[in-house]
Nanobody
């Protein structure tokens, strides 16, 4: 079955950067749209970014200009480069496979998440 494993989370100072990685298996990775969502304590899960199989990207407004989603099909890996991090970015970040390239915000499968904590 599809397995998605996130890594790269950690503790970072406000204004700093982190690069999250998501390794996919059990799927034809290059054919699928992928994305990232996050969930902070006491809040609902929030969509963050998505990327189609062709490399087109989309972002939630609060992360535009700061986060960059990318993919390496040869490595079956999707990345989320996070710059200019803010305390409000603190959350568990989840990688997901989207249901379709035309609907990249809706997940079909997802991983168990990686914690990102941004200190002030």
């Amino acid at each position: 079955q599809v397995q998605l494993v996130e890594s790269g989370g950690g503790l970072v100072q406000a204004g700093g950067s982190l690069r999250l990685s998501c390794s996919a298996s059990g799927t034809i990775f290059s054919r699928n749209a992928m994305g990232w969502s996050r969930q902070a304590p006491g809040k609902q899960r929030e969509w963050v970014a998505g990327i189609t199989s062709g490399g087109n990207t989309d972002y939630e407004d609060s992360v535009k200009g700061r986060f960059t989603i990318s993919r390496d099909n040869a490595k079956n890996t999707v990345y989320l480069q996070m710059n200019s991090l803010k305390p409000e970015d603190t959350a568990v970040y989840y990688c997901y496979q989207a249901i379709a390239n035309w609907n990249i915000r809706v997940s079909n499968y997802w991983g168990q998440g990686t914690q990102v904590t941004v200190s002030s």
